[in-house]
């Protein structure tokens, strides 16, 4: 038959234009459930046979010999149908060609029974249809459906890993569940693998295609990494537990807090502070261990480590090697220190450094329980602060061109750049001679500056340089050395000094010398024809020379072949004379000095000073003025004579004697 039906269609003529459809129904039910599909036909032409292949899918299963033709439209037509390949075909034909009854109505039924995919399936056919000439005849097809009725659940949350956390305390993670059903969902229970999981709620509805958040808390009371799971029990098609949408896992690492804290501490740089070490341990620890490496700027107090009252009954341990410190707590009867938060011990550092923030962290640590574990769960670095004060000055401080007969003093300013006060205590110098006229020691505020007044007292001729050196509590600098210089010379200096005696005038040339002097030499200007010059009774056999070495300037050359030295060490050593008839030329003259040379009588050339320039100022004595000088009492012979034989003239008016001055008794 199924041959004669493909022979049929084949050898069908081209298609007549004309309405025939074939349709099918919708129908609907729920999981391995058995429904009865209706397929109608409306024919505008005669319909001797057909042909539709219905596809099915996976989800449907074709009831086999479950496909009736309707009696009514049946004309001595037969119905064939099977299933392969998930789809359902389906022939209607007669053997004598006749056309099917009537116009429309249903043609055949057929029977499918459900799977547990819930979802609308469509129903749909290709067909072909043939005339009563045996013609193709044009057709159509209304589609139909199959929706399968049923929640579906879905657990959109695999795991929840909660990871790893301290015991004795409550931790919530949210599980996903979807319905992916097309009715609603009855969740009845939620059952847990272990009992620190719970729930606060265990029955929930949650509608097609909608999600709903179930809240898991979990309260863990004992450490150790758990693996446990979720089961949601419901009305879902899928909820057997052979399907495992119904399964979630549960993953957590829970710890007991066993902590190890250092607590921060701050002070001034050369003080003494207490570092604590603080302990938060849910378990009974019989003893610990911890090691730094310790900041050159925190000092270790050997024996300064003690136990404190959490730890009554333990010892404590502590060495140093290198810059690693290492404290060991102990108890020689195996004490727990009992489950708290506190201070466990303590130990000392010196602060010996600049302001900044130095961190101890924790290393090699441990928490020991009574079977002899490490317990430690976590362990908390700290910082100390260290606030210091900060020496800052300059590193040279030059006195410069000093006298070597006296004392000279200079300002040297000390800042503190720190954050606390700097105490200057003691200020040395490398050499004698040095002292420090400020009295010590000082205290500076932060950020500013004072001075100290030193004082130097040379010994020696030519360059001096020194080290002056500042103690001070700047941790970094306990010394700042100052380098300290001068130029230290032996005073020794000429000047000019005029005098008028009568009518004549007198230009000295004063050496006040430091140095012993063995000759000098200069050059002078200004100096009018004189009448004489010579020198003074400082020198001890000396010669002078006075030579012009241009139109208005002399060189003076003092000298002594034995090289003698000057006597004494200031007053004239040349003297210029100017009598009455030449004075006059000087009075009004700008003289000046130049190219001093002072020859020591070993050590060569010394320096001096030259002399001033200054205006010569010629004022001979008045005849006629009148000195109010009182004339000895007695008026004898013997006195007048005494008077004459001293160069005065004494007049007489009244009561007063008065004497007339410049004039010279011969």
């Known amino acids: 038959m199924r041959r004669f039906i493909i022979f049929l269609l084949s050898a069908l003529p081209l298609l007549a234009s004309a309405t025939n459809t074939l349709s099918l129904s919708s129908v609907s039910g729920h999981p391995r459930e058995t429904l009865t599909v209706s397929v109608s036909l409306a024919n505008d032409d005669a319909i001797t046979a057909l042909q539709a292949a219905i596809p099915l899918g996976e989800h449907l299963q074709y009831v086999t010999n479950s496909a009736l033709l309707n009696s009514t439209r049946a004309n001595g037509h037969s ?49 072909v249809m043939t005339g009563t000439n045996g013609q193709a005849l044009e057709s159509n097809t209304a589609n139909g459906s199959l929706t399968l009725l049923s929640p579906k659940i879905e657990v959109v949350t695999k795991s929840l890993d909660y990871g790893h956390i301290p015991i004795r305390a409550n931790y919530t993670k949210t599980l996903q569940v979807r319905n992916a ?67 979630a896992a549960l993953i957590a690492d829970p710890f007991s807090v066993n902590e190890l804290r250092v607590q921060s501490a701050s002070g001034i740089s050369d003080d003494t502070v207490t570092v604590r070490l603080r302990m938060n341990n849910m378990e009974s620890i019989v003893g610990a261990q911890v090691s730094f490496k310790m900041p050159k700027q925190l000092v270790f107090i050997p024996g300064s480590a003690v136990p404190l009252s959490r730890a009554e009954g333990h010892s404590v ?87 070597i007969d006296q004392p000279h003093t200079e ?39 004072q001075n100290i007044e030193v004082e130097i007292t040379p010994e020696k001729e030519g360059a001096f340089a020194t080290t002056m050196q500042v103690y001070s509590n700047d941790p970094t600098a306990r ?33 006040d010398n430091y140095s012993e002097i063995a000759g000098v030499q200069f050059d002078v200007t200004g100096l009018t024809p004189w009448t004489s010059y ?15 070495i241009d139109e208005n300037t002399y060189r003076v050359i003092l000298f002594a072949f034995s090289n003698t030295t000057l006597s004494g060490h200031e007053g004239a050593v040349v003297e210029w004379i100017w009598d009455a008839g030449s004075a006059n030329a000087m009075n009004g003259q700008l003289i000046r000095m130049e190219n001093v040379v002072l020859v020591h009588p070993s050590k060569g050339n010394r320096k001096a000073e030259s002399a ?39 007049i007489l008016r009244g009561d007063k004697t008065y004497t007339l001055q410049g004039q010279e008794v011969r």
């Open 181 to 247: 059903g097309n009715e609603p969902l009855h969740i009845s229970n939620v059952i847990f693998s272990a009992s620190e999981f719970s729930v606060t709620e265990t029955a929930y509805t949650i509608a097609a295609g909608e999600t709903q958040n179930i809240v898991i808390t979990f309260a863990p009371t004992v450490h150790g990494a758990i693996s446990e799971t979720v089961r949601l029990r419901s009305d879902a098609i899928n909820d057997p537990d052979v399907y495992g949408a119904n399964i």
């Open 79 to 127: 119905l064939v149908a099977s299933a392969t390949d998930d789809t359902l075909r389906v022939a209607v034909f007669s053997l004598t060609q006749a056309a099917l009854n009537g116009n429309e109505g249903e043609l055949f039924t057929f029977q499918v029974k459900l799977g547990n995919e819930p979802a609308t399936y469509p129903l749909k056919a290709e067909t």
């Open 411 to 449: 300002t040297y300013s000390i800042r503190n750049n720190g954050q606390v006060p700097l105490t200057v205590e003691r200020v040395t110098f490398l050499s004698e001679g040095l002292r420090v006229l400020t009295p010590l020691p000082i205290e500076i505020a932060r950020y500013t500056s």
């Open 612 to 650: 001033d320039p200054f205006t010569a100022s010629y004022t001979p004595s008045d005849p006629t003025s009148i000195d109010n000088t009182p004339f000895p009492s007695g008026n004898s012979s013997e006195e007048a004579s005494k008077i004459l034989r001293d160069g005065k003239i004494f």
């Open 534 to 548: 010579a020198l003074t009774s400082r020198a001890n056999g000396h010669q002078i020379v006075a030579q012009p």
């Open 317 to 403: 341990l502590s060495t140093m090697s290198n810059d690693t410190l290492t404290l060991l707590l102990y108890s020689p009867t195996n004490t727990p220190v009992a489950e708290e938060d506190g201070d466990l011990l303590s130990f000392r550092v010196r602060l010996d450094g600049a302001s900044g923030s130095y961190q101890l962290a924790p290393k090699n640590t441990m928490l020991i329980n009574a079977s002899h574990q490490n317990m430690v769960s976590a362990v908390y670095n700290a910082y100390v602060s260290i606030q210091s004060p900060t020496i800052s000055g300059n590193s040279s401080l030059d006195f410069g061109h000093i006298r």
């Open 479 to 511: 010394m700042k050395s100052v380098s300290l210089t001068a130029d230290v010379y032996e005073p020794n200096s000429l000047s000019f000094r005029e005098e008028t005696k009568g009518t004549e005038y007198h230009l000295y040339v004063d050496l």
